[in-house]
């Protein structure tokens, strides 16, 4: 059970980086688009994405990226 739950989670943030890829196409200054997507990169480790994310959402301005940023380096 344990496998198909880690599985099912990863799929899970999978799904999230393509989502969120395509709403960036459409809204590019959306700070929140990029904590999802850094966030769900990160998790799956894949780190230099998922923190290129968070530094971009620290540019638009996103107060958490710094706490993100700063949790994420340290895996």
Known sequence: VHDSNVA??????????????IAIRMAPEYADLYIIKGVAACEL????????????AKELG????DQLIEKYEKK
């Open 62 to 65: 996103d107060e958490r990226a």
């Open 45 to 56: 480790g894949q780190k230099e994405e998922g923190l290129a994310a968070l530094k971009k």
């Open 8 to 21: 099912y989670v990863r799929a899970q943030f999978d799904n999230a980086i393509k989502t969120c890829d």
